[in-house]
């Protein structure tokens, strides 16, 4: 199964709940939450594909200060960003231990340093703090409880510390 990240389109909204399936109830999102970043920040939407159905999605966009919390509208993005928030990494079972997350990383590491900032930011949900270590995430911190009791804030810098 050959797979591919492109541009997430408004009609793959419907499809982004598959994948999400596979993800603990414990972290509910509004579609109108995922459509908003997706007209906010088109950019940082990606969508996996296989065989012309979604296997995954993921979506970041330019933030500063606090993460927002879980299931939050964000009406605007920060004309201060510093950083790139992975809002969301989701991939079906088959499509996890393939390679997608870190393609998708240097995606947004790219995305990152054209938009003249040095650091990656996000929320590891559900005990996958260890994956996005390896991924090269270090911990900043416990999360807000919107995102759950083992929820960690992450960052990954690169060109130096911002």
Do not use: C
Not at 61 to 84: R, Y
Not at 98 to 125: M, Q, Y
């Amino acid at each position: 199964m050959t797979m591919n990240w492109r541009a997430m389109r408004a009609q793959d909204l419907r499809a982004v709940v598959a994948p999400r399936d596979a993800i603990p109830p414990d972290h509910p999102e509004r579609p109108e939450i995922f459509a908003e970043r997706l007209a906010l920040f088109p950019e940082g939407a990606r969508a996996l594909t296989a065989d012309e159905s979604l296997r995954g999605y993921a979506i970041a966009h330019p933030w500063a200060g606090e993460p927002p919390k879980l299931d939050t509208s964000l009406g605007a993005l920060p004309a201060d960003s510093d950083h790139l928030y992975i809002h969301d990494v989701a991939l079906a079972p088959d499509a996890r231990g393939l390679g997608a997350a870190r393609a998708v990383l240097v995606r947004f590491e790219a995305l990152t340093r054209g938009l003249g900032l040095k650091e990656l930011r996000l929320i590891a949900v559900s005990g996958s703090a260890p994956t996005w270590r390896r991924l090269g995430f270090a911990d900043v911190g416990q999360a807000s409880s919107s995102y759950g009791g083992q929820a960690r804030e992450m960052r990954r810098i690169f060109g130096g510390p911002t």
